[in-house]
């Protein structure tokens, strides 16, 4: 099932307009990466939320 999910995230990143009709998965899709820092994740939110 992970490997589905990733597979599904994957191809959506490839295009923009393809989130434009699922506001969850593209809140899910650009959320920051586990090994950031607590710092890059403020700035993410900063950048999200700004």
Known sequence: ???LVT???ELLGRDDDALAGA???RRLAGAP???AS???YRDYLE???A
């Open 1 to 3: 099932m992970s490997r």
């Open 7 to 9: 597979a599904h995230f």
């Open 23 to 25: 506001p969850v998965t």
């Open 33 to 35: 990466a586990p090994d």
């Open 38 to 40: 607590i710092e890059e």
């Open 47 to 49: 950048r999200k939320y």
